[in-house]
């Protein structure tokens, strides 16, 4: 339309060449569009936070700025972020969420094929004109088809034992040979004690290592590998989390998305020790609270399950509740919670009373959900000298470790059966024509008899 034109805002040197290009493309009617400059990428964010509609973003890659924090705030702004970059190739940009890519010596009709293609013009009449959104990666390499790995969420207010419970859950699972180096403990509390727990003697890297790993890159499996530590007696690898409480204001939602999604694309099952805070701007009216709770807000709506952990006693059942209020208001759905009991008592009776308190103030606050929990509470007993284990031997007791890792086990092979009902029964076919072998499809030989099963 006659009336439409296109809205561009551009970050680049002064004297960048295709700087000057598209200003004066656009200054004289070379190019349908208005172009606005900015020369720092402060002044480009407050730009696109305004609530102005802009069609497209124009950055030089060489900047600093120009990473995947930005392709998520201009997805967020509706509109395309266009990369000016002759390093890398389309791909990678792809990977950070960016819509198209031009070589620095690019002319008018390469510009103009690109907004054709991945931006939209805005009305000149109309003011209020409508935002609309392009879709942005949330994560690197997050896609249909992508293979992630199970996520196992263990959170509870402190003092529950949740880091030694996210530890046993982490060791009884790699007990399993065909997991073994296969799991991952992930500590992203804000109060990091996974280091404390393992005796690690370094506390670089970690998981802010890890997060600025994918501020403007996308990480091979070995290269997530290298940012955690091994721990051979348990079977599992470790991310040590933050070095002090205070770094959680590094930490940016895209790269903190990328950096879960990545620890998914490279190990079968990732355990993180997780904070129960997850109120946000819309809860409490502070974007720094939300900022503050990005971690658990991040974590929790993506986990395949999450154990809510509590105590016994009336204080500890309560805030056991609340916890799961917050998350089911949150986001999560009921079929993944799991409420556990640490430290609970043995008598079966006393067990059966805390039960039905949890079921009945749950029901009390959330009505209609507690049927489809994904389980009834699970119980692990107090276990004395348990520190000391810890402090001379470096391991849980192996009555701990398979009280918590058996139901766990049984809980993710339970997800996992539920995933597969309704998928097609026929093995897919790929693009060069051939069909993809569904485990267990194929028939058996038998030895003994020399016939098929």
Request: include cysteine.
């Amino acid at each position: 339309m006659a009336s439409d034109r296109y809205v561009l805002v551009g970050l680049a040197r002064t004297q960048c060449r295709w700087f000057l290009d598209v200003a004066r493309w656009s200054t004289s009617g070379a190019l349908p569009a208005e172009f606005l400059k900015v020369l720092s990428t402060e002044e480009l964010r407050a730009r696109l936070r305004s609530g102005r509609a802009f069609s497209a973003v124009l950055v030089d890659a060489t900047l600093p700025g120009c990473d995947r924090d930005l392709a998520e705030l201009a997805g967020d702004s509706g509109c395309a972020l266009v990369v000016v970059d002759d390093r890398f190739g389309p791909g990678h940009w792809r990977q950070l969420g960016v819509d198209a890519v031009l070589p620095p010596d690019f002319g008018r009709d390469d510009l103009l094929a690109v907004l054709r293609a991945e931006a939209r013009p805005v009305s000149r009449t109309d003011a209020a004109a409508e935002v609309h959104r392009l879709p942005v990666p949330t994560a690197a390499g997050a896609g249909a088809g992508s293979w992630r790995g199970r996520l196992i969420a263990v959170t509870g207010a402190g003092g529950t034992g949740r880091s030694t419970i996210a530890m046993a859950v982490a060791t009884g699972l790699a007990a399993d040979p065909r997991d073994r180096r296969l799991v991952v403990l992930a500590d992203l509390a804000l109060r990091a004690h996974q280091a404390l727990l393992h005796d690690a003697g370094d506390l670089v890297p970690g998981l802010s290592e890890l997060v600025d790993a994918y501020r403007a890159s996308v990480l091979a499996s070995d290269e997530v590998r290298r940012l955690c530590f091994a721990v051979p007696r348990q079977g599992y690898d470790l991310l040590l989390g933050l070095r002090r409480p205070r770094e959680w204001a590094a930490l940016r939602p895209a790269r903190l998305a990328a950096a879960l999604d990545g620890l998914q694309g490279c190990y079968r099952l990732v355990v993180a020790d997780v904070d129960a805070d997850v109120e946000g701007e819309d809860e409490c009216g502070s974007v720094e609270v939300e900022e503050r709770n990005l971690l658990a807000r991040t974590t929790m709506p993506q986990a395949d399950l999450v154990l809510v952990l509590g105590s016994t006693g009336v204080a500890g059942t309560a805030t056991q509740v609340q916890i799961m209020r917050d998350l089911l208001e949150l986001g999560v759905p009921p079929e993944r919670l799991v409420p556990l009991v640490n430290r609970a008592p043995r008598n079966p009776r006393a067990r059966a009373e805390i039960g039905r308190a949890l079921v009945e103030l749950l029901e009390a606050v959330c009505p209609g959900r507690t049927e489809r929990l994904a389980s009834t509470p699970l119980f692990v007993p107090e276990r004395r000298r348990l520190d000391d284990a810890l402090r001379d031997d470096g391991r849980l007791p192996a009555a701990l470790v398979q009280a918590v890792a058996e139901p766990v086990r049984a809980l993710l092979d339970r997800v996992t059966a539920a995933e597969a009902v309704g998928r097609e029964t026929d093995p897919p076919v790929e693009a060069d024509g051939l069909a993809r072998i569904v485990p267990g499809s194929l028939p058996k030989w038998s030895v003994l008899s020399g016939e098929h099963a």
